[in-house]
């Protein structure tokens, strides 16, 4: 089903500029989109047709099938929740609570439902410590998410976000994308703006490039991205991963398509056996010349004097657990893959880390081995906190677990509901030892 459509829309400003000319879009229900392009392309002003705040001045734009002038606006502002790029233009009230308590009171809700509502998103974008302070005292960080949550507790069907990652720091934006990928596992559309090429061919389902008001290209991130001349004519730049990617085709020791995750990257690189140089650490003290032996320890290459299995030759001193260079390396580096249990935590609706045995996960964990621990999820990341647990990772958490088994580390991941799934699905997809484990 198609949440957002548009056909042949055009808006033109008081002053003349053309904003948007014969614009064809759509976004499927339950899809993440990302609309690229440089400032000034027309995303800012094709986003605010999407609620109504601007009306079509020619084409169609079109909210679940239903053509947007002939829909009440409460109902479109209702399933379509519009986050601003600067959460100062959003938040206004004197109170965190009051600010995201006014979207639900123009719903007419009553007061209980409002206060239920409030105090859900609070619990869930854990800020319930800033509930009563005043939005203009927090942080660029804090401000996006109070924006966010006031959206969401309107409870919409399709979240639009202009540049939600924009100013924030590297925490900042983990917990954000967080945020956007439960809300979408839990069947939300999400619709963002941004410059970030890295972001978008990680993130997105499909992607839109504008430019001059025009849709220059949409598609999936594979063909978008794989297509160098198309990149460089929009006037983007190629995600790190790709750019990476094609250096190392060039010298011979990559093939295949393009990737746009480092475990695609990876793939590319198999039984290509043209590097007989490995970097390690040293097992021992070590000096120019010595044969080693290498293999694989706690996801670590390590070298020490001997000749069985692989082997090689130092190529500098080295002291134990300093890194050290091995040529002329002779064998196979084959080691075997660690194990992902993905433990079921309760989800925000069903209590989240309040409603969490956590005497049962401490002895799960306990009895079971574990080198990394992820957290994905708001219900996770909280019962991490809660516990006192060392999170290794947070944010591209399946990746990031895939590539630490595949390192030979044992990986325990938390997450809730349908993000359990997904974890699961996704580990087997790639054939990796995999099992789940209901708290």
Known sequence: ??????????????????????????????EKVAVLGPNGSGKTTLFYHFNGLIMPAKGEVRIFGENINKTDIDEVRRRVGLVFQESDNQLFAPSVFEDIAFGPRNLRLSHDEVKKRVSYVLHRFDIEAIGKKNPANLSAGQKKRVAIAGVVAMEPDVL?????????????????????EELNNEGKTIIISTHDSDLAASWADRIYILNKGKVFRSGIPKHIFSDEKLISEAGLRQPVIVQTYR??????????EVPLSVLDFMESMENIKVMNIRCAIAGCDLKTGDKVSLEIRDGMLVADKGSDGVT????????????????????????????????RVPAVIEGGSRAADMEK?????????KQKIGA???????????????????????????LAALRGLDVMVFASGGMADRVVEKVKERKLNCRGFNI
């Open 1 to 30: 089903m198609t949440a957002i459509q548009t056909i042949g829309l055009e808006y033109v400003y008081a002053d003349g500029t053309q904003a948007l000319s014969g614009v064809n879009f759509e976004a499927r229900a339950g």
């Open 160 to 180: 639009v976000l202009d540049e939600p990652t924009s100013g924030m720091d590297a925490g900042g934006i983990n917990d954000t994308l967080g945020i956007l």
């Open 361 to 369: 996960i401490y002895g799960f964990l306990d009895k079971n081995k």
């Open 247 to 256: 250096e190392f085709r060039a010298r011979g020791i990559s093939k295949g």
């Open 376 to 402: 994905m999820g708001t219900s996770a990341k909280a019962l991490m906190n809660k516990m006192e647990l060392k999170c290794d990772f947070e944010f591209d958490v399946i990746q990031s677990a895939m």
């Open 312 to 343: 090689g030759i130092a190529m500098f001193n080295g002291n134990k657990g300093e890194d050290i260079a091995v040529k002329d390396v002779v064998g196979n580096l084959q080691h075997h893959e660690g194990k992902i249990t993905v433990i």
